[in-house]
């Protein structure tokens, strides 16, 4: 069974930072894209940043020059540091990654930490 726990949300005032961190744990044979999104209340989920196996990264439009996504492929981890919180990235926000457990790959998803950032 692989689970992904993710954790470092909280509280912050604006212009603050946060680091999120996410852990997959079970029978896992290899990891592929690891990536963070996020949801905000009444809208849809989207994607802030995700991390391919080799460390290519790529960002949303948003979050550019503030959030940095860096993984350790040996710990099965993956973080988001966030620098310069803006109250718009108040948002639950959630680890996913593509995971090889046997001989197809499954995606998976981390119960969600809230992040919330006050003016």
């Known amino acids: 069974q692989v689970q992904l726990v993710e954790s470092g949300g909280g509280l912050v005032q604006a212009g603050g930072s946060l680091r999120l961190s996410c852990a997959a744990s079970g029978s896992i044979f290899s990891i592929n894209v690891m990536a963070w999104y996020r949801q905000a209340p009444g809208k849809q989920r989207e994607l802030v940043a995700h991390i391919t196996l080799g460390g290519s990264t790529n960002y949303a439009d948003s979050v550019k020059g503030r959030f940095t996504i860096s993984r350790d492929n040996p710990k099965n981890t993956v973080s988001l540091q966030m620098n310069s919180l803006k109250p718009e990235d108040t948002a639950v926000y959630y680890c996913?990654?593509?995971?090889?457990?046997?001989?197809?790959?499954?995606?998976?998803w981390g119960q969600g930490t809230q992040v919330t950032v006050s003016s």
């Open positions: 996913n990654a593509m995971i090889w457990t046997g001989l197809q790959p499954k995606n998976y």
